[in-house]
């Protein structure tokens, strides 16, 4: 039985080699240098597609992947209907943060109950943690590049993912308040484990005896 994997290039397939590698499947072709999108391994019923990070788990929702890997940032914008989630694979670790630009007391304007504009490619987990905290924002949705927002005044404070901090330093940003940490699942389409179970199964069992610590 055919089993197709969605990954998204970069840092993710990087991780994810390793992993697969563990269950006995080696690519055929990097994606970093084919413009391939389906990708033939070793393995003659496994193959990989290959997606944007934000799209894996409507790869893996509407069964066009039998698996996927994906962010928890990610997933928990994409809401995770139709999704199984049985492994954290501990890969693609960082932390989804407030920031604003080093100078402006995000401290006083939470405190002086000042609406703020917040520029975000993650508007759920925003939305969500500024209303826990009783802020009240304008979310500017944006795909990529938050750090200039500030910069240029389109919004007060930035969600963004921090990994080193390199990324807020050359932009002479500060990460104010930490909102989750984040890392990559193994994400099953439901009827998928039910109908590959066999297939499925030592896959799962593979990528979890392989999870870094
Ligand atoms: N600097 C980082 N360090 C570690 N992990 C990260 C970092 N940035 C993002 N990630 C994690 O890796 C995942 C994939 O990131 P990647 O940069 O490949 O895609 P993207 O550019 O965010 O997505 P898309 O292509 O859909 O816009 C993210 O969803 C996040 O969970
Ligand atoms: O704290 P740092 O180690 O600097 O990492 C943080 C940066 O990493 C991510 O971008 P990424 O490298 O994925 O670039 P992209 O979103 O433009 O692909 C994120 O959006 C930050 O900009």
């Known amino acids: 039985m055919t089993l197709t994997i969605a990954l998204s290039k ?5 991780e994810t080699l390793p992993l697969l590698a563990a269950a006995g499947i080696t690519p055929a072709e990097n994606p970093e240098s084919s413009r391939k999108l389906i ?4 393995l003659p019923d496994v193959r990989l597609v290959i997606v944007r990070a934000s799209d894996v788990p409507t790869y ?11 962010g928890r940032d990610v997933l928990i914008e994409h809401g995770g209907a139709g999704l199984y989630q049985p492994l954290d694979l ?5 932390r989804m943060m407030v920031a604003v630009e080093n100078g402006f007391d995000y401290e006083a304007a939470v405190k002086q109950g000042a609406r703020l504009k917040v520029a975000t490619k993650y508007p759920r987990i925003a939305r969500e943690h500024f209303a826990a905290k009783g802020v009240h924002v304008d979310i ?15 919004a007060d404070a930035i969600v963004d993912l921090v990994s080193t901090g390199g990324t807020l330093r050359a932009n002479n ?3 104010v308040e930490h909102i989750l940490d984040i890392s990559s699942r193994l994400v099953v389409n439901q009827a998928a484990l039910k109908l590959k179970y066999a297939t499925i199964q030592p896959v799962l069992e593979a990528f979890a005896s392989a999870v870094p610590a």
């Open 10 to 14: 970069g840092r993710i397939f990087e």
């Open 60 to 70: 893996v929702q509407y069964g066009a992947a039998d698996l996927g890997i994906a």
């Open 140 to 154: 500017i949705k944006l795909y990529g590049s938050m750090e200039l927002a500030p910069l240029v005044g389109l």
């Open 39 to 42: 990708i033939d391994t070793n």
């Open 90 to 94: 501990n890969i693609a670790k960082c």
């Open 173 to 175: 940003l500060v990460a």
